[in-house]
């Protein structure tokens, strides 16, 4: 496990021997951490890469996030939205074949151990038509609104 600044606070990445596993922010304070494994410096490079506007997908970064079934499979679905655009969770509910299940893909997001890199910020609710009208998100809707509109800027 590693500790890594970012625009958004300290964030915390753990490997396992096939993957990251975990990205989450922390409350990490002093100095930070420097990557010893393969997987922790691509993590690195890749936060900073995304953070420098460079970046916008993960789908080169072998990710070993633990969940369901169901959780992965709403994981993988909101991998797929490209940078700079949002779907709501009923449409990422129907892309998992459970269209009725927008309130438990909110609650799969919401488990989501991969922050930024299984992009749960994309996601919005259905009411209203204002894309920043943010919704739940684990950091708070002002981390998502930034995620949100440093996406649309890069």
């Known amino acids: ?61 072998p990710l070993e996030a633990k969940g369901t079934e169901f959780q992965r499979a709403v994981w993988n679905a909101t991998q797929k939205i490209p940078a700079g655009q949002t779907v709501t969770y009923g449409e990422i509910a129907k892309r998992v074949g459970r269209p009725k299940a927008a309130r438990a893909v909110g609650n799969a997001l919401n488990k989501n151990p991969l922050l930024i890199l299984v992009p749960c910020h994309r996601i919005l609710p259905a009411s209203g038509d204002n894309k920043f009208r943010c919704g739940g998100f684990a950091l708070g809707s002002k981390t998502k609104r930034w995620l949100l509109e440093h996406e649309l800027m890069n």
């Open 1 to 61: 496990m590693i500790v890594v600044q970012s625009p958004i606070g300290p964030l915390e990445i753990q490997t396992t021997e096939q993957g990251i596993s975990s990205v989450q922010k922390c409350d990490a304070r002093g100095a930070l951490d420097k990557a010893k494994t393969k997987y922790e410096r691509q993590c690195v490079q890749a936060l900073d890469e995304y953070f420098a506007g460079k970046r916008i997908n993960f789908s080169d970064i």
